[in-house]
């Protein structure tokens, strides 16, 4: 079988790679975005702006070399006209791409601007804030991406699976209880490569304006850990914008949203190379 290898991270931002125990045992102090948290960088690590050489899963190719690159954004709250989206393979946003819902005109035009995006794949899940999404109607007025609400698809050899579920948030997707979130987020497949919900797993970039106020999601935690995805994208927590990366996932906040909804941050562009063996 095959293996997809090498993540080279291309951000404006700076992030700080991490252990893994920091991560899991959320016993860090507060930190603020986007140096995420200041712990001894893993061993091996290298450079963050050195291309790392990193089992990601396997995947379907026959034989060869290929190289896949996502952008990952987030929270564009219907501002994606004003964001410089960076080229790519395939395009991941994940949710709140309107503010508290907009018109059906606002949704239209987000459609649209989709389709005037040169990436070949885009995959999107809804957010808090796109409570129209509830409704199996209105998600027919997405036709230029792939719209994920609790399962999963496969593009390019990488197993993605998306979710728009949102704890501590009564919003659209957000009211579930614990034992729910545990029995949705149980169906997420063991062999997923890219996981992408709209809000974070507990601990781990999901502190807003108070330090050490925590709004991620234990639940979604506990299948981060079953899973080991290597690559979760999320938003909501404006604040939190950034990246971590621990011994077999690497987090990525990608939400471009300031204080004011409008972006304030770039889209995080990942080259993904597809080494495949038998």
Known sequence: MAKVR????ESSEK???????????RSAPPFSCPVVRDFPRLPGCGNPFEREDIMIS???LSGGTSTIRLVLMSDTHGHHRDVTVPNGDMLLHAGDFTYFNGSTFAIRDFNNWLGQLPHRSKVLIPGNHDSGFVDPAFRELITNAKLLINEGIVIDGLRIWGSPVTPNDWGAFGPETAQERGCLFSRIP???DV???HGPPKGILDDASRPNKSQGCDQLLAAVRRVRPQLHVFGHIHQRYGILRSVETMFVNAALAGPDYTPT???VVLD???RCTT
């Open 195 to 197: 996981l992408i919900t």
């Open 15 to 25: 992030p700080i790679f991490i252990g893994e125990d920091s991560i899991l045992s």
């Open 272 to 274: 993904v190379q597809l």
């Open 190 to 192: 063991l062999d997923t």
């Open 6 to 9: 090498n993540f080279l991270l």
């Open 265 to 267: 941050k770039t889209p």
């Open 58 to 60: 396997q995947c379907a």
